[in-house]
């Protein structure tokens, strides 16, 4: 157990560092600290071109391997980029369900002309992905999603037919993963199948959800004969649960440090509000400041943790993996309900009307999306409770 | 960087919990915890000359095993599971940190080869004043008085919530110059518990598992080779000895909510009500998956500090982040064990309200530990102190 970097890994990070100096600069300047969650509305064309930026300079998909088309970069120089990444302000990746999710499952599951066909894009960052996983009967109860996959011999293609929802990005998205039923007489999580979806076609509508902020990163997605390559299933059919929760296990490897810069930017904000306006002379303030802090501080040493551990050797999650969605989304909450506290009356005072919100009171809002989506926090204390503890799993009720 | 325990760290650790669970049970400790020393002899010998704990991060060329604070941490973790009565934490985690800390080579020599040997020691510094300052743990704690008499120093003052502080065989004692404030003037003083002038008593206590004293020192005249240090001159030493300290205390913390953790869900999937165990219900379920939480995040707190502790003592770049870091831990820490406890307690129902089940045990000393050495308000006005109270940072 040891916090310090070897030296290659502090040259890495100062060639992290001079790169993004050097590079987020001119037309990507305005980008610096834009684009997060609660943010991702900001920018999208700029950001692309920025993926594409990241990409000239190998940023892209570091942590992948390198026949891939990344970098195979260690992990420990996936956290100091990420480190560097959010330091230098540089934006929210608009390429990170690409990078983090869909290309890792195709590596993971796919087949090789899937590899071939579909990783160089997200490398590049001229495609970009979305994922197509809830329903509007398929929330915490994801297994039990209804769009269906039907096989067209005459087409040789599939056939999708469904309903899609809070899907982030779709519209600025080249392709969707979606989980659909291959058996149309399967319930739960057997029968589904793993499919890699063009959006710009015919049978894909996508319509934005008008959130609580006021704006529109979910949308909602109807596939109505949306057509999907024979080829472009991923595994078999019947495999997608399987698949869909293989790549569960990616959503929390090294992205987490960046995120948590991301939350560190959020906690400078407030405290330099505090600070502004003399909320840091209230006791109490001051220690729910200093207790912000201090998780934020043991939330990168937990993500050191996860890092560092190797799961089960069934691919189970470790324990300080179970509790990191849990813990993560109920941190970022209570900042947001701080960040007002801090402010007082002139949280509830706009930006500018009609309904532009502030970034803290945009984050504020915002944040009430992490306790729900991905698990909300009563599912994860169920994963918490059954997985790390082994207490007996909820009672099944029989299907009607 | 490495953020697991390597192989050897591993074995410390799984050879403390072994031992533990075969000598600190239920019954020992309730057996050692009623005694006036607050420990077993016997066993403490036996953990003295046949496991060597107390010497463990003491440097080789005191007789120690030299290993780090991580190794200590780990089997610190085992004794908070465990419930461990014995003079371990005062002796290493107060005594022999304060010489490595702040001992001059000729202290260092004489005294630690001692404490390898099997000899207690502890760290005396908190006046009755503390609790009057709300209970600061800080230098305004430092009560005990110091002055000159050629070339002796006469110590005069009481001190109160020292661990182990009756029964300890070296005091570390702080004081301060008369007329001085805060941190200035404030001087440690290494010496035998049976010096002319020395008064202790047990001071009973609520949990019963970590015995309390208070020393009364009246004209205790010490030679000037009882001094570590420089004269007046000794605040950041003991700021920097109880922030050891409290990664220490963080760790045992952790492995007490640990210990109510695992305790409880074993309870709960053997309990019976409406005909099924009441670890089935979400309620109970829910609870206890903030219990793991809350252990998992101490857990990632204390391995941190740890590490920090570690680079404190061996004098790298990164020592400056140790107050920083001991104040993180321990105010999560202190606050999580406490919860654990207190949920551990309820969902036990009616026999976690007997003395019978063990449960009260940790549930006294999860609050014992949160006083001492301040608890998480006093730590988290710490660290609000450097985030909002210093000049605008860097970034």
């Known amino acids: 157990m040891k916090l310090s970097f070897s030296p290659e890994d502090e040259q890495f990070r100062v060639e992290v560092a001079q790169w993004l100096q050097q590079n987020l600069t001119g037309e990507f300047e305005k980008l610096k600290f834009r684009g997060g969650p609660g943010d991702e509305h900001m920018f999208p064309h700029e950001r692309q071109r920025w993926e594409q930026k990241l990409a000239e300079g190998g940023w892209t998909c570091i942590g992948w391997p390198q026949e891939c088309g990344g970098r195979g970069c260690s992990i420990e120089q996936q956290v100091i980029f990420n480190e560097e990444y959010a330091r230098a302000g540089a934006p929210g990746r608009a390429g990170h369900i690409g990078e983090g999710l869909a290309g890792p499952t195709i590596i993971a599951f796919g087949s090789d002309a899937q590899k071939q066909k579909y990783l160089p894009g997200i490398v590049a960052g001229t495609e970009l992905w979305c994922q197509g996983y809830s329903e509007p009967g398929a929330g915490s109860d994801l297994a039990n999603v209804k769009t269906r996959a039907r096989f067209d011999e005459a087409k040789g293609k599939w056939l999708i037919n469904g309903q899609k929802v809070w899907t982030s990005l779709a519209h600025e998205s080249d392709y969707c993963f979606v989980i659909a039923r291959t058996d149309p007489d399967s319930v739960a999580h057997k029968g589904l199948g793993f499919f890699l979806v063009k ?21 909602e997605v109807f596939f109505d004969n949306a057509e999907c390559d024979a080829e472009d299933i991923v595994g078999e059919p019947g495999d997608g649960w399987k698949v869909a929760m293989g790549l569960l296990g990616f959503e929390r490897g090294v992205s987490t440090l960046g995120q948590q810069m991301q939350f560190q930017n959020e906690l400078n904000a407030v405290i330099r509000e505090a600070r502004a306006n003399g909320a840091d002379h209230n006791p109490v303030i001051r220690q729910r400041i200093a207790r912000a802090h201090a998780e934020l501080k043991i939330m990168r040493y937990n993500s050191m943790r996860m890092l560092s551990g190797q799961g089960g050797s069934d691919g189970s999650l470790q324990k300080e993996a179970l509790i990191y969605k849990l813990f993560w989304a109920t941190w970022h909450r209570s900042l947001g309900e701080l960040a007002m506290d801090v402010l007082g009356p002139d949280s509830q005072i706009l930006e500018d009307g009609p309904y532009q919100l502030t970034r803290l009171q945009s984050m504020y809002l915002f944040v009430r999306s992490d306790t729900i989506y991905g698990g909300t926090n009563e599912i994860q204390r169920n994963i918490i409770a059954e997985r790390g503890l082994g207490m007996p799993k909820e009672p099944k009720v029989a299907v009607q | 960087m490495e953020f697991a325990f390597t192989d050897e760290q591993q074995m410390i650790r799984d050879t403390a919990e072994a031992f533990l669970a075969e000598v600190s049970t239920s019954e020992a400790v309730r057996q050692a915890m009623v005694t ?120 005069n003052g009481t001190l109160r919530y020292v661990p182990d502080g009756a029964s300890a065989q070296l005091l570390v004692v702080a004081a301060r110059a008369e007329g001085s404030l805060g941190a200035e003037g404030i001087s440690l003083f290494v010496l035998s518990a049976d010096e002319a002038g020395i008064s202790r008593r047990l001071l009973p206590t609520m949990d019963q598992t970590r015995k309390q004293g208070e ?47 695992d305790m409880t869900v074993d309870y709960t999937k053997e309990r019976q009500q409406f005909n099924r165990p009441i670890a089935g219900f979400q309620a109970i379920k829910h609870m ?41 831990a321990k105010s999560y820490c202190a606050d999580a064990y406490f919860q654990n406890a207190s949920d551990a307690l309820q969902m036990h129902g009616g026999v976690g309200f007997t003395w019978e089940y063990d449960v009260h045990l940790y549930f006294k000393r999860a609050k014992a530990s949160e006083h001492f050495l301040g608890n998480g308000d006093y730590h988290r006005e710490r660290l609000a102190q450097w985030l909002l109270d210093q000049d605008e940072r860097g970034e």
Not at chain 2, 237 to 261: F, H, R, S, Y
Not at chain 2, 289 to 298: G, L, S
């Open chain 1, 199 to 219: 959006m710009a076609q015919p049978g894909v509508e996508v319509r934005g959800i008008q959130q609580i902020t006021g704006t529109s990163e979910f949308n």
């Open chain 2, 36 to 155: 006036d020393q607050g420990y077993d002899h016997e066993l403490w010998q036996r953990i003295c000359t046949e496991l060597y704990w107390q010497a463990i991060h003491i440097p080789e060329a005191y007789g120690g095993l030299g290993l780090g604070y991580v190794e200590l941490v780990a089997m610190l973790e085992q004794m908070g599971r465990y419930l461990l009565c014995s003079p371990f934490f005062s002796t290493v985690c107060l005594g022999a940190n304060a010489l490595i800390v702040a001992g001059t080579e000729a202290q260092k020599a004489e005294f630690l080869p001692q404490i390898c040997d099997g000899k207690t020691a502890t760290l005396a510094y908190t006046g009755y004043q503390s609790a009057r300052h709300g209970g600061q743990w800080g230098a305004d704690a430092v009560s005990t008085t110091v002055f000159r008499d050629g070339e002796d120093f006469i110590l």
């Open chain 2, 215 to 261: 020393i009364v020192l009246t004209d205790v005249r010490v030679p000037a080779a009882a001094l570590m240090g420089a004269e007046g001159q000794a605040w950041s030493n003991l700021e920097a000895i109880v922030d050891l300290a409290n990664v220490a205390l963080a760790a045992e913390q952790m492995g007490g909510a640990q210990q109510l953790l």
């Open chain 2, 288 to 328: 206890a998956a903030d219990m793991m939480t809350r252990v998992e995040v101490a857990r990632s707190g204390v391995y941190y500090a740890a590490c920090i502790a570690e680079e404190f003592l061996q004098k790298t770049e990164l020592a400056v982040e140790l107050p920083e870091a001991a104040s993180v």
